[in-house]
């Protein structure tokens, strides 16, 4: 069974090559040989995963060694995987919703002259995501890591004659990038404690180092984890992702790629568990993330960012859990599949809508859509209540976990913890419901749609008639079955990983987990959960349900305006480093040619002369050559010479 | 006697040479297909070369050694180690591209069209020969005269390339084009001129020193040398090793070229047409930092760990004022240029961490750095060759018209800003690790210039490719058969070395091993050693 885990990632690489390389000719079949394989690499991951299940509790890690990839002295890189719980159930997650997103783009991606250029962009996704939660070393990841980044990249910037998409693909992997100069100084600090940066020697031996040391690692793999799962500081990417096709928002920027952070906290839940230091810190930074996310997502007219915003907002929590350590990973990883399966599921319902409105984004142009779309509105909905934790769906069963388990952390800690991952279920109903209510409720505010040629803002996937009213309609069945069964996931997957504690005694022999102590007990919780829900639910009812929705936004608050920018964190951005960096390399620019280069250029600019002077001869170069050979020839004899003197 | 096949991998470019410049006038395209003729026999030559070295076997391998100069114990002596080996075989691999993507650089120049009397398309190509072989041959000898004559002597034939060719593309005049086109190539000889006499003194200098230790025998042969000093009979006090050193650093630095010798490159790399760009950049200076690691380190091992802290310095600052100096370029060209120097930066900071992982990586990061620097230099080329201009602002959309290019261009890119997968990642992981193991500080700025390279990269993509399609941009045409002979062989090696190093680590390690045992150095042990247990296990298997 082991050779199987290469073939995992192979399917998808090789689909890859194949679109990549094939060029035009593939043009008329990409897409299925793109839909194929990622099937393909679903149905390995479910074998194996069958295989797994048949094993015992404590065998089931398999390994598979391919090749020694680079080694120089005591530096041993090995490209080798390691498929155990917490792999298996990201390659299951990866692959399924993966290959549910590839045949929803055959539909969405269909006017699209490049649309085989995209699925092989998909497919390269697939092959480095599977690659990083496979490899059983920091380094392999590492390649993961940063492969997912440029497939990110490429996805971003996928329509590049947009300048908005090719600026967002480019500030995506450069911020990234910030976060991945973290995780790869983690390597360095790894290899020169522990002599190796494989999984098993590290773990085994973690606690052997310093705390000091421990606690520097735990913050270098956090700033990473910030990098790529967009928390704070590191988050200002995501919004500008949504530039992508909107099947990629779904898959990269929702269901996968963006949890990548918290895979790896997990993954080394042996080093942070005995750094609390890191461990604090992996904790505030997912509460303040939690909250950024969520007021964020308050303030956004546009569909697909305040669902990004959502995003940061839900992996705030994953974050939070992972860094309660055991007593939080198991429900971390259970928020990040549930989460996986009903953002995916938003996501996609947004771009079917957006699809049937003109390529609208803006939410306030949208209203009363239920009549038109139903499968839309049904699946949307459905992913709507999981997401705010409906009590028996999806989010309530792994939301209202991570809730109580960081009142368990104990002290005024667990306290303040607590109460923002509560508020925060407040707020999340309150924007949800703002985006339900707007979509699918009220009056109809549609507008005609713009010329695309004059908005370079318009996705240029979907077919656009411009000055038209829009005529909604329901999306193609490509579309609406991934959309389905999405939904299904939504509804039923929290509930059956609670059955019995299923999930739990899947994950525990890789995480560990401990019970905590709670203040409050779990009714406690759910109940005042409840509560806030409602609050925030018909807070946002009262706004944008009882009333009129005007179709420019009113000027707002304070607030509401600082929201609607990112709390004006891009802003700083772009006054301290963007114009600070321009103005270092401007000027760098000056001294290197005035000063550095100016030491010499006295000499060099008189031998300039002369040499232009030579040029006058006529003829040009032959004769400027044959000096020039000849002054080469005089500095040999000469060095001779000085030879024999010596 | 056995076959001399270090003297003939490097005679056969220079015969080429010769012959190429002997095709008589106006026969352009005989003279371009025999000039790739000799570089691909060269190229077998030096696949041959490294199929016959023996890795972990002696030191010094395909020996050859003869008197030449007895007054002076000058000899003409040649032998290769992995290093040495791998970087003929670096050369050898790149020239053939560089020919053929600057197959019709010499057709046209300053407004003059080719006619029965034409000549500079022999010239371009014969120097191009030319410069390989005697790059071969600087690789090849284990006599530090002889290496040193051709470590010289090379400038010439790129002088004239640097001056002679030009890619008339830049914003000027052709008056003014030609002006800046003789500055840059005046001010690269006379920079390298300069440290080469400097670096001429203190060959001198250890002639002087080992004549006076070995009862008036004086010898330039580094196995003599070395042997000498393992014996006792030869020794250096530390006065005359520093000097001496700083002669030889000199002299390397500026070739290399090390922070702040480095003006005189994006000048050269600038104004001379793409293809003589990566044969500069990518072959040729590689000789630099190569005799850091052979001459510096094995001759005077104390001076060099006594300059150690200062060079650091000098590389670390040159990895990130290169850095930021490529984001604040117009010029694509010029961009590329201070790219390298901070590439160059990482090389000699892998090098002087004394540690196998950055001497390793160091060495395959000149490898990486050739075929990467191509790949992306050549393209670029293309590019500026169809616009007629090598400023950024004057491109935009690329992309939309010509998406081979820029898939091409982007993959080059990507290698250049070091993305796992591709080859140069590996080398500047290894550097980064092998510094860090030894010096925390130097290591964790260095890291940051995987940040700038991102940005620099990325910005230069999104100018030139992305966007709506620029006036002057719309009729571009896609790559070339010829083009795509030139980037895919050099994308497709950048790939299987990205993810399969190991035949290009395996022939370097030896050679690292023996060079850090020189300068009496050991990598710092791990605090806790858990690869210990797993070791120990593999064995037991």
Redesign the interface.
Known sequence: MDHLIGALIGAPLLGAGILLVGGRRLDRVGHWIGCLLAAVSFGIGAALFADMLGKPTDQRTLTSHLYSWVPVGGFRADVAFQLDQLSMTFVLLITGVGTLIHIYSIGYMAHDENRRRFFGYLNLFLAAMLLLVLADNYLLLYVGWEGVGLASYLLIGFWQHKPSAATAAKKAFIVNRVGDMGLSIAIMVLFTTYGTFSFGPVFAHATGASQAKLTVIGLLLLLGACGKSAQVPLQSWLGDAMEGPTPVSALIHAATMVTAGVYLVTRSGAIFNAAPTAQLAVCVVGAVTLMFGAIVGCAKDDIKKALAGSTMSQIGYMMLAAGLGPIGYVFAIMHLVTHGFFKAGLFLGAGSVMHGMNDEVDMRKYGGLRRYMPITYVTFGLGYLAIIGFPGLSGYWSKDKIIEAAFAKGGTEGWILGGVALLGAGITAYYMTRVMVLTFFGEERWEPAPDPDKTPGVEPGIEVHPGELPHPHESPRSMTIPMVILAFGSVFAGGLFSINSAFLKWLEPVTGHSEGHSPVSTWEVTAATLVVLVVGGALAWAQYGRRPVPVTAPRGSLVTRAARRDLLQDDFNHIVLVRGGEHLTRSLVYLDHSLVDGAVNGTAASVGGLSARLRQVQNGYVRSYAVSMLGGTAVLVAATLLMRAV | MAFPLLTVTAAVPAVGAIATAAVPAGRRTAAKWLALGFSLATLVLAAVDVARFTPGGARYQLTESHAWIRD?GVRYELGVDGIAVVLVLLAAVLVPFVMLAGWHDADVL?GHTPNRNWR?TQGFFALILLVEAMVVISFESTDVFLFY?FF??M??PM??LI??FGDRAGPKSEDEQ??QR??A???F???N?VGG?IM?AAV?GL??VTAHQLGGHGTFSLPQILQARASGQLHLSTAAERWIFLGFFFAFAVKAPLW?L??WLPNAMGESTAPVAVLLTAVVDKVGTFAMLRYCLQLFPEASKWATPVILVLSVVGII?GA??A???RDIKRLIAYASISHFGFIILGIFAM???GQ??ATLYMVNHGISTAALLLVAGFLITRRGSRLIADFG?V??VAPLLAGTFMVGG?ATLS???LAP??SE??V??GT??RY?VA??IA??G??LA??YV??L??RT?????KAGIEGMKDLKVRELVVAAPLIALLLFLG????PV?DLI?PAVKDTLSDVHRT????????????AAKETAK
């Open positions: 002076f300053d500079p004559i010289e002597a400038l010439i002088y004239f001056g002679g030609a002006r003789s500055y190539a005046v001010k000889l006379l920079y001129l006499l001429l001198i002639y002087v702040p480095h003006t004022y930021l100096l984001v604040g370029q540690t196998s992982q390793s990586g959309g992309q939309k990507l993305l796992p997968g990642f590996v992981f290894l980064l690790v860090f193991s925390p290591g964790v890291t940051l995987i940040v991102a940005l990325l910005v993509y999104q490719m992305t966007g709506p399609v993810f399969y190093p190991k680590t390690n990598d710092p042990a791990p605090q806790i050693n858990a690869s210990f247990n797993a």
